[in-house]
């Protein structure tokens, strides 16, 4: 009975002993799983090509307004909104009612420039012959000199009058803009405004760390929205000296010589200028995590069993990586599988 009584207690403290050794290696285990997988990879400098990226829309390279001298009524206007004009082209009839009147004006005074001449003519040979005096002849001589000038301005009357009732384009181009109908009478705005788009030009703002990089003369690639991925060639072909206080850019000008016309004023335009290039930092784009509600993105890098994550200022995308300006070292481990379970100062653990 006694073996009984002492052997009872020997039992409980064995299942006891055993008891806590098993809740000491579960409670191990637990935390070892709580620590995150996650995959890193090693992330270094690249040569990377600067690519500069800009949006405007396009500009004519001249701009023609067509109008008349004077108030006049339009009997004809020969062209419409969006049609190619040649130099020369006629494109408005103006009413001529007042062109009989300056053209008798014209006929006026060279007959009275005849009649002067004559009368000079004889002045001048009477005093070869005693019969007449030198003051006569000084003053048919003023008086043949005023004949001349009036005759000159009643042709560039008439010359103006004429050039008023049918108006040309002075260049060739397309027509952006038709202000009025038939029958109108012309007022302060144009009749018609004609564009050269032979070449077209694009004005971006580049910032003051790219001035020094942009350069007259260098080439640049141009695309459009109307044309898709379809590449045009252009040319910088003016750097403005001074910056705009507002945006603190500078403006360039870029052209672009459309032989074909296919590129039109108000186009939607893309540039892409080549910077050069610089060493940066390059990581796979699964390691980078945009922050919800903001534009920030962010990396995970490992170190010493932790991640820390970093505010990264993204440059270009580069296939299935992305260029960092910023916020990550070279030779740094980054986190690019496991990122949904982390936070900054978390302890992880690699995932083989």
Request: proline residues 4%; negative net charge; contains cysteine.
């Given at each position: 009975?006694?073996?009984?009584?002492?052997?009872?207690?020997?039992?409980?403290?064995?299942?006891?002993?055993a008891?806590?050794?098993?809740?000491?290696?579960?409670?191990?285990?637990?935390?070892?799983?709580?620590?995150?997988?996650?995959?890193?990879?090693?992330?270094?400098?690249?040569?990377?090509i600067?690519?500069?990226?800009?949006?405007?829309?396009?500009?004519?390279?001249?701009?023609?307004?067509?109008?008349s001298?004077?108030?006049?009524?339009?009997k004809?206007?020969?062209?419409?909104?969006?049609?190619?004009?040649?130099?020369?082209?006629?494109?408005?009839?103006?009413?001529?009612?007042?062109?009989?009147?300056?053209e008798?004006?014209?006929?006026?005074?060279?007959?009275?420039?005849?009649?002067?001449?004559?009368?000079?003519?004889?002045?001048?040979?009477?005093?070869?012959?005693?019969?007449?005096?030198?003051?006569?002849?000084?003053?048919?001589?003023?008086?043949?000199?005023?004949?001349?000038?009036?005759?000159?301005?009643?042709?560039?009357?008439?010359?103006?009058v004429?050039?008023?009732?049918?108006?040309?384009?002075?260049?060739?181009?397309?027509?952006?803009?038709?202000?009025?109908?038939?029958?109108?009478?012309?007022?302060?705005?144009?009749?018609?405004?004609?564009?050269?788009?032979?070449?077209?030009?694009?004005?971006?703002?580049?910032?003051?760390?790219?001035?020094?990089?942009?350069?007259?003369?260098?080439?640049?690639?141009?695309?459009?929205?109307?044309?898709?991925?379809?590449?045009?060639?252009?040319?910088?072909?003016?750097?403005?000296?001074?910056?705009?206080?507002?945006?603190?850019?500078?403006?360039?000008?870029?052209?672009?010589?459309?032989?074909?016309?296919?590129i039109?004023?108000?186009?939607?335009?893309?540039?892409?200028?080549?910077?050069?290039?610089?060493?940066?930092?390059?990581?796979?784009?699964?390691?980078?995590?945009?922050?919800?509600?903001?534009?920030?993105?962010?990396?995970?890098?490992?170190?010493?069993?932790?991640?820390?994550?970093?505010?990264?200022?993204?440059?270009?995308?580069?296939?299935?990586?992305?260029?960092?300006?910023?916020?990550?070292?070279?030779?740094?481990?980054?986190?690019?599988?496991?990122?949904?379970?982390?936070?900054?100062?978390?302890?992880?653990?690699?995932?083989?």
């Open positions: 009975m006694k073996k009984h009584i002492l052997a009872l207690p020997l039992l409980m403290m064995a299942v006891i002993t008891c806590s050794g098993e809740k000491t290696d579960n409670s191990e285990q637990t935390q070892a799983e709580k620590k995150p997988l996650v995959k890193v990879r090693t992330v270094e400098n690249r040569d990377v600067q690519e500069g990226n800009y949006t405007a829309s396009v500009e004519p390279d001249l701009i023609n307004n067509i109008s001298s004077a108030p006049n009524r339009i004809a206007i020969y062209v419409d909104e969006g049609m190619r004009v040649s130099k020369g082209q006629k494109l408005v009839v103006l009413d001529d009612v007042n062109t009989s009147t300056y008798m004006q014209v006929a006026n005074a060279k007959a009275n420039l005849e009649n002067v001449q004559l009368n000079y003519d004889r002045a001048v040979e009477l005093l070869k012959i005693g019969g007449g005096t030198q003051q006569n002849v000084d003053q048919m001589q003023l008086q043949l000199t005023n004949a001349k000038n009036a005759l000159a301005t009643a042709e560039r009357t008439l010359r103006n004429t050039e008023n009732t049918v108006l040309v384009s002075p260049i060739s181009g397309v027509v952006t803009a038709r202000n009025y109908d038939p029958g109108d009478m012309t007022g302060s705005m144009p009749v018609l405004t004609v564009a050269r788009v032979q070449p077209v030009k694009i004005v971006i703002n580049i910032s003051e760390s790219e001035l020094s990089k942009v350069k007259k003369g260098m080439p640049a690639i141009v695309t459009f929205d109307t044309y898709g991925d379809e590449q045009f060639q252009g040319t910088i072909t003016m750097v403005s000296p001074t910056v705009d206080t507002n945006s603190r850019t500078f403006g360039a000008e870029v052209t672009v010589q459309n032989p074909d016309d296919r039109l004023p108000g186009m939607f335009g893309r540039v892409k200028l080549n910077l050069g290039s610089a060493e940066h930092v390059v990581v796979p784009d699964m390691a980078v995590v945009k922050q919800p509600g903001s534009g920030n993105h962010y990396v995970y890098v490992y170190k010493d069993g932790k991640v820390s994550y970093n505010k990264v200022e993204l440059g270009q995308r580069l296939g299935d990586s992305y260029e960092l300006l910023s916020g990550v070292e070279p030779g740094s481990q980054v986190v690019v599988s496991g990122q949904s379970k982390l936070a900054d100062g978390a302890e992880v653990e690699i995932s083989k």
